[in-house]
């Protein structure tokens, strides 16, 4: 298992051209300005402030390199969807973002954070695409499950599993919470197959009729 604790910035840049090596294996994440995507990172990592948020939400246009160890990296992209943000901006970071997707060989596996609340917006599905078409995983991440009861984050995840099922068996789905740590260690597990750190599936979809959050196995969500 990757020692996530041990990340470190790498680099931010502002276009393709500014883009570290592509060598050795990298996961993205990537998400709405209001999803917890950074919230995600640091819990990941156990930082508080690794992953920094913007003071003014979408405004971000950078995408920000950590390191894990020679070879392994997590990429922060820039938020999407903040209302407040200029069209040529959210312009810019539809090219920005497809293009680091389409062209990226190092990058294995992106994880694309949905307040579990507000799941699958236009955005989301739109960038669900762009992946499909590079041919990439992912793992979407519904994070701020603990704003909902358990029943409510079952169903809520079942009904996200469904609507991803016409993107095949490279789209999964799970529950997170950055505040209470739900779903960190399968998070984990699944970011450590992607960079070839011997780890165990990603989570796999809840079996009919079967609880999609309770316990703590992978799959879960919990």
Same mark, same amino acid.
């Given at each position: 298992?990757?020692?996530?604790?041990?990340?470190?910035?790498?680099?931010?840049?502002?276009?393709?051209?500014?883009?570290?090596?592509?060598?050795?294996?990298?996961?993205?994440?990537?998400?709405?300005?209001? /999803?917890?995507?950074?919230?995600?990172?640091?819990? #990941? $990592?156990?930082?508080?402030? +690794? @992953? !920094?948020?913007? %003071?003014?939400?979408?405004?971000?246009?950078?995408?920000?390199?950590?390191?894990?160890?020679?070879?392994?990296?997590?990429?922060?992209?820039?938020?999407?969807?903040?209302?407040?943000?200029?069209?040529?901006?959210?312009?810019?970071?539809?090219?920005?973002?497809?293009?680091?997707?389409?062209?990226?060989?190092?990058?294995?596996?992106?994880?694309?954070?949905?307040?579990?609340?507000?799941?699958?917006?236009?955005?989301?599905?739109?960038?669900?695409?762009?992946?499909? /078409?590079?041919?990439?995983?992912?793992?979407?991440? #519904? $994070?701020?499950?603990?704003? +909902? @009861? !358990?029943?409510? %984050?079952?169903?809520?995840?079942?009904?996200?599993?469904?609507?991803?099922?016409?993107?095949?068996?490279?789209?999964?789905?799970?529950?997170?919470?950055?505040?209470?740590?739900?779903?960190?260690?399968?998070?984990?597990?699944?970011?450590?197959?992607?960079?070839?750190?011997?780890?165990?599936?990603?989570?796999?979809?809840?079996?009919?009729?079967?609880?999609?959050?309770?316990?703590?196995?992978?799959?879960?969500?919990?």
């Amino acid at each position: 298992m990757a020692d996530y604790r041990q990340a470190r910035f790498l680099t931010s840049v502002a276009s393709i051209r500014g883009l570290p090596p592509d060598r050795g294996r990298e996961v993205a994440f990537a998400g709405r300005s209001n /999803a917890g995507k950074s919230s995600a990172i640091n819990a #990941l $990592t156990g930082r508080r402030d +690794l @992953a !920094r948020t913007s %003071r003014t939400p979408g405004r971000t246009r950078l995408v920000n390199f950590f390191e894990l160890d020679d070879g392994r990296r997590l990429v922060d992209l820039p938020g999407y969807g903040y209302a407040k943000v200029p069209r040529a901006m959210s312009r810019e970071w539809g090219a920005l973002v497809r293009k680091y997707l389409e062209s990226r060989r190092s990058l294995a596996g992106v994880v694309v954070l949905m307040d579990i609340r507000h799941p699958l917006t236009e955005l989301d599905t739109t960038l669900l695409d762009w992946c499909r /078409a590079a041919d990439l995983p992912v793992l979407a991440v #519904l $994070t701020k499950a603990d704003k +909902l @009861a !358990r029943g409510r %984050r079952a169903a809520a995840l079942s009904e996200v599993w469904g609507r991803l099922a016409r993107y095949g068996d490279g789209v999964r789905a799970m529950a997170f919470s950055a505040t209470k740590q739900i779903g960190r260690r399968e998070l984990a597990q699944c970011l450590d197959g992607w960079l070839e750190c011997g780890a165990e599936p990603a989570p796999s979809r809840p079996k009919e009729n079967a609880p999609a959050v309770e316990g703590k196995g992978v799959g879960r969500g919990e």
